[in-house]
Structure formats: C-alpha cells, structure tokens
C-alpha cells in the first residue's frame, strides 16, 4: 500500500463569506485531489446547496476563535459543545499558554513563540499542532523566510515530544487547494518527511473526530 | 559532440495539470514557474534543478527537471498561485522518466477519463 493511498482531510478552510458556491467549489476540488473531508471555520454549512456536495465526502463544523488570552476560556466554553472541532492560531507566548491550558482545544494553529512548556501541556491535554502550509504558498520572501522558520521550530517539539501534527493548505477558495502529495512536498521545505506529512493529513484529523463521537470515553478506553 | 551516456543528466519529466479561472499564456506560465522555484531556492538551487517547460497547451502540460530534486520541483509548482491578476493552482499528475511515458500513462488516461465524466 502506498503511503498516499488513505483517506485525507482538510480541516481548516474558510469559504469567502456571502458566496455558497464556492464552498462546493471547495469541496469538488478537494474531492478530485483526494481528499476524503473537510472543516469548514465559523461558516455554517447552507441547507439548500447540499445536493452539490460529492457523495461520501464528509463536511464538518469548526470554530476559529481569535480573542485576548484572557477572554480565551469563555469563548472556548461558549463553542464547546456546538461545533465539532476548536481551532486557536497561535501567537505570542500568553496566547500560547492560555489556549493550551484550556481544557477542550482540538488544534492550536501555527504558534510563533512555541516553547517546551507549552509543549508539555499540550501533550497532556493532546492538542494538536497545526502546520499553515498555506503560509508558504501564498507569501513570498521575508514573511515566508519567518513562517518556515516557526514551522521548523516546532517540528522539533512536534518530534520530541511526541504531539499530533495536522497540516492544512488554509484555504479560501478552490485555487488555495493543494493535493495531498503536493502538501508532503512543501512540508519536505521545512524538514517533515514523506511519512509524517501523509501521517498529519489522515491519522492526526481522523484521531480528532474519533475523540467527537459519543462512544469516546477517555484515550486508552473503550466499550465493547 | 554527444555526451556520453553516463555523463548525461538525469532527467525527470513531470505531468500537470493547471486548474485556471482563464486560459493562461505558456510565456507567463514559464515565467510563473521560474520565479517561483528562483524565490524557493535561489539562483544555484535553480541551476541544479534546471526545470523546463517542455510542452503545454494550456491545460495539460509536461515539466522536465533534475531527477535528484524531483521533490522540490514539486513543492515549487505547489507554490504558484497568481499569474498576473489570475488565480491557478497546478496539481502534479504523475512523474516519468520519459516524455513518452508521461503523455502516454497521465495526461491520455486523463483525456480518456474526461468525456465519460462529462457525459455523467
């Protein structure tokens, strides 16, 4: 079996506000490159376009929470339990500590001043480090250079401390897409390999909605 | 003078495909293409890589690069995204060893597979 050959997933993409077509813009390309699902950010799915969407591709609710480090918990508390997957993108070192001490984060989403004690909590509380791979696509020179210097940084807690990795293209439209090879091949830029890239767009997102559904009880347990 | 087998570079020659609001120019494409790859890896990356537009007919084409940096050919290709004031994103179909083996098992089996799903 090939390394490519499973089920992919996007988990952060923002559809432009006001224009339904492109989420199953979205969601044809994403389907062609061989994707098996997406989550879309603080856009509720429209009822009527559904009939658009490919069969056997799934379509989840997420929420991007963009806030003060203090307000950070009640906001977190306040999407709990309304939407599938919680998703901060990190910033300085306060932000930083405040989203990995909240309980019930899912992903913390390219953090600039990433350090092993937050990595530490992040382990114990398994949150989800996010690569914005399309960070690199989209920018050019300086800012680029300091994207792929923050992803590399945290590669190496990524590694060291043994934390889920989930990589997303970040898009807006269907232009932002990439397909999963494509992704591994960027992610060959800051030093992840082949294995570990395939390992963030299919394991890490699938552990994420496996720990959603109402059979989860606790890492480790299970009812049979 | 031909250079001796052993000596010639090692080729890989690369199927895309472009996904373009328009149609786009094959001079911007190139253009697209090297400047992308010369802001990734710089101009010595780029000699090594040596990437070559070989044919392209405004949907399909084919990329001959180095066969040692297949993989970052690949991640410059992915980073295109703008063609003067156009949106396009080039996905990699297959990579081959010759250009034979690239039109024949990639952008054909694609040609083949487009009219039934027209049809659907």
Redesign the interface.
């Known amino acids: 079996m090939s390394l490519f050959d499973r089920n992919f997933y996007d988990f952060i993409v923002h559809p432009s506000p006001g224009d339904p077509a492109s989420i199953t813009g979205i969601a044809m ?1 994403a389907k062609k ?1 061989g994707y098996a699902g997406i989550a879309l950010v603080n856009t509720p799915l429209p009822e009527n376009d559904t009939k658009n969407i490919p069969p056997d591709f799934s379509i989840y609710q997420a929420a991007g929470i963009s806030c003060k480090p203090a307000k950070l918990r009640s906001e977190i508390q306040k999407y709990g339990n309304k939407t599938d997957i919680i998703i901060v993108r990190g910033g300085d070192e306060l932000l930083n500590r405040a989203a990995v001490e909240t309980p019930g984060l899912d992903i913390l989403l390219q953090p600039e001043q990433f350090n092993h004690v937050h990595a530490k909590l992040a382990r114990d509380r398994s949150i989800t480090i996010g690569f914005d791979v399309g960070s ?3 920018n ?2 300086d800012s680029r250079i300091r994207e792929l210097t923050t992803m590399r940084r945290n590669l190496i807690y990524v590694r060291k401390y043994d934390l889920p990795a989930i990589l997303t293209a970040n898009a807006t ?7 999963p ?3 591994a ?2 992610c ?2 800051f030093g992840m390999t082949q294995k570990e890239a395939a390992d963030a767009m299919s394991t890490a997102p699938f552990e994420i909605i496996r720990k959603k559904t109402p059979d989860y009880i606790q890492n480790g347990i299970e009812v049979l | 003078m031909k250079t001796l087998p052993v000596l010639r570079d090692k080729k890989r020659y690369i199927a895309f495909e472009v996904t373009p609001g328009q149609q786009i120019k094959r001079r911007n494409l190139e253009k697209e293409i090297l400047d992308s790859a010369g802001s990734l890896f710089g101009d010595t990356g780029l000699s090594e890589m040596n990437p070559r537009l070989i044919s392209y007919n405004g949907r399909y084409g084919i990329i001959r690069c180095n066969r040692a940096l297949t993989e970052e050919t690949r991640a410059a290709l992915a980073c295109i995204n703008i063609s003067g004031g156009i949106r396009l994103s080039l996905h990699v179909l297959g990579i081959s060893g010759t250009i034979k083996g690239a039109t024949e098992k990639f952008i054909q089996k694609m040609l083949i597979k487009e009219p039934e799903s027209g049809n659907k």
């Open positions: 390309q490159y690199i696509i989209r050019r020179g439209t269907c232009y932002d897409l990439r397909a090879r494509e992704m091949a960027l060959g830029l």
